[in-house]
């Protein structure tokens, strides 16, 4: 009876207290969105990190059931929210702007790889996974666009972005200082998790464009820089690291001016020329003893097949081209396992529905419309941020879009050595909000600040039917 009695009361305090907190996210689901990008980003560790909060990420994504995590229901809550949110306002609802095409490709993707699938034997649960974390990818621009009608989220992401990106790189580089980071070649590394690493080369990019366009940031900002070259040099991810040199290249290129492109193709060879006799030369002796130099020296192609993991690699593509032969244009389906016809230096469980490119992860499991999907994508989104670079009225923000168009191009580098946008829930929800503070910014650059679309009547729809009765 006791026990019964401290269980009513406990959920006599409870239930209030949820039902309080459900209110206010869903009058205000810009403070959920915040909530779960920087809870998400704040709880991606190390294995090996701090017990407690290793403990709360794995909190964040135990399963309640059917497939769904703590995270997916928050997530399920913020869409109610801001549905709720645009029909309780009036308001009109937007979309993605010029990544809608791509979204809604991605969209019949997932479905025919779903549907494939099914036909091929695998049951209801294990595809819903995999759709679920594709999921915020499809709807989270269109989430935050429509959040940025009431708040101003540029004023509020951009500097959030960048303190994240501060804490991760202070935290990975203590874990690998310490010991405690996720092993890599007999060393600690900051962190093998892709967002983390992700959002320091975003901030890394964004900051040596607004030095190179003189843009006067707080002096907290600028310290950013050396830690995130710091975390990205210790994290020991190749992929990252040619990312890297693809985004400072990039962003060198159009941030200096003419006078700047006028030595940006020399400049390429030089450091390409330097590179190669530098991998050339990397070797025997106490250089080739540092783990940096030793990971720079395996990206070496007549390297690559020494390391075991790296052999992997290649194998897999071998078998996975040999499987995509035979599906080439639905694919296998989601989930649906590919087989070996050759032999495999590693034998990983579970392996066989990964593959470390990430443009053959979309045709295995999506078919050749999924790869469609991700091209389009990935062309959009980066010429929507060229788009923003160029005419947003903000500097700021301007420095920021060809940052993000950097990081963006840098990624294409970083996911041949890995697959994530859609496969890692955690680096696809955090892409999909930039996504979506990406359209949120070319609708400003358009000259249709969204905040003023709060009555129906000042939407640009009703604005160009008004100027026609004028005109009438």
Known sequence: MAKLAGTGQAAAILLPAALVVLAIVVLRPELLLLAIFTTLVLLELSESGPATLNSLSALYYHSVGKGLTVMNLFFMVLVLAVAFSVYRRRRTLLFAGPLSPALSLLTAATIGGAVTAHFAGIGSKAIFEPVVTLAPLILLPILVVNIAQERDLLKIMLPLIGVLAGEKALVGLWLALTGKGSPVDGHSATYLEPSANWINLLVLLVLIAAALRHVRLPLWAWALAPLAIAELAFSYRRGFWLGVIS?????????????GRRVVIPTVVLIAVVSWLGLMS???GAAGSDPVIKRLESLQPSKLGLNVQDRYRLDERRNVIANLKEHPITGLGIQVPWVAPYPLSVQHKGDRTYTHIIVLWYWLNLGLL??????????????????????HASELVRCAALGLMATLVGSIAVETTGSFLGVDVRFTIVLGVILGLLVTAYFETLGSPLRLRTNPRSSPMSSARRAISSAG
């Open 247 to 259: 985004g400072v290249v990039l962003v060198v290129l159009l941030a200096s001016g003419s006078r």
């Open 282 to 284: 990397l070797g025997a």
């Open 370 to 391: 999924g790869v469609i999907a991700y091209v389009t994508l990935m062309i959009s989104a980066i010429g929507t941020a060229f788009l923003v670079w160029r005419r």
